[in-house]
């Protein structure tokens, strides 16, 4: 009988990961063979040992929503699709200080600068840029949360700025596998993606960066998206489960249900822990088919608070009381 779980595959993924060896791409492949209940537990071991029980909770602001220029398949923000979301153009600091001040009431301790944008674009769009870093400045001055920016493509002048200013994390998904990408984008690229991550990373702030399942990529995409994101280097892995909105093409083409079941969720997430061992899991887990405290109680480390970016909505008389 093997150590942990009992099941020899998972079990010598576990004291390999424990041991400081990477899992090859063929090793975290044949763990999608597994059980799920043997998967989910081992990853919990891999996360107890390496990356702590710790939870962290957060919260986010728009700067802008829903005029975005690109494609996105899965994306309610994208201009080119018909979601019936919330939009709005550039709003002020003071607006995205009072959402960060009610995210720290309810317990946030940190809080994400969002714009759905290509990209930050600071001299073209100089006034929002402006609002940005006016944003960051007093939320920073205002209240005890750690400041994120979500702000699509950077340049490393643009990068330095944020540095400068004491955002903490970056963050730009990568979405899928290169493979899956080019089928849900066809604006911009997943080397795109990388080099914005690369960036941010040169210009000292650390990366959260992840993906979305349940837009109709296989598991194979998910292991290899994140053993792309272990390459990158990250610091934190975000693991969003998409609530697809009615009006995109993902929701077109899998309906307006999570195309994952739970158990494709914490396959998932167990894959990930072992390509992931020691960093943080964020989650959103808001009509997924999995709860909260299940995403805690198998590997992951991390909720957020109210709004999601890009991967659903709430309707807005939840996404108040959030
Ligand atoms: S995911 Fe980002 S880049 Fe893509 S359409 Fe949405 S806001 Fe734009």
């Not at 396959?267 to 887990?285: G, K, M, S, W």
Request: overall charge negative; glycine content about 8%; hydrophobic content about 35%.
């Amino acid at each position: 009988m093997s150590q942990w779980t009992g099941n020899e595959t998972v079990d010598e993924a576990v004291a390999r990961t424990l041991a400081g060896e990477a899992l090859t791409r063929e090793e975290c492949l044949a763990l999608l063979d597994e059980s799920v209940d043997a998967l989910t537990e081992g990853a919990a071991v891999v996360r107890d040992e390496l990356a702590g029980e710790g939870v962290t909770t957060r919260g986010l602001g728009y700067v802008t929503r829903g005029i975005c220029s690109q494609d996105c398949g899965f994306c309610a923000y994208s201009a080119r699709h018909d979601a019936d979301v919330e939009q709005h153009g550039v709003i002020e600091r003071e607006k995205l200080r009072d959402a960060a001040k009610r995210a720290e009431r309810k317990g946030a301790e940190r809080f994400n600068i969002v714009s759905t944008r290509r990209g930050a674009d600071s001299a073209l769009r100089t006034d929002e840029w402006q609002e940005v870093l006016g944003a960051i400045e007093t939320i920073r001055e205002e209240t005890d949360l750690e400041v994120d920016a979500c702000l699509g493509f950077l340049e490393p002048d643009e990068a330095e700025r944020l540095a400068g200013e004491g955002v903490k994390h970056y963050v730009h998904m990568v979405e899928t596998s290169p493979r899956y990408f080019e089928e849900i984008t066809s604006t911009h690229t997943f080397e795109e993606r990388r080099r914005t991550l690369e960036v941010a990373r040169e210009a000292g702030i650390d990366l959260i960066s992840g993906i979305i399942v349940g837009m109709g990529e296989t598991p194979v995409d998910r292991v290899d998206a994140a053993r792309e994101l272990r390459d990158i280097g990250i610091d934190v892995f975000s693991l969003n489960v998409l609530s697809p909105v009615a009006g995109t093409p993902v929701a077109e083409e899998v309906g307006t249900t999570p195309d994952i079941t739970r158990e494709g969720i914490l396959q998932t997430l167990a894959v990930v822990r072992f390509v992931h061992p020691e960093i943080r899991i964020d989650t959103n887990t808001a009509r997924a088919p999995i709860t909260r405290e299940e995403f805690l109680e198998a590997s992951g480390n991390s909720i957020q608070l109210g709004d999601m970016i890009h991967y659903g909505d709430y309707p807005v008389s939840e996404r108040e009381s959030a």
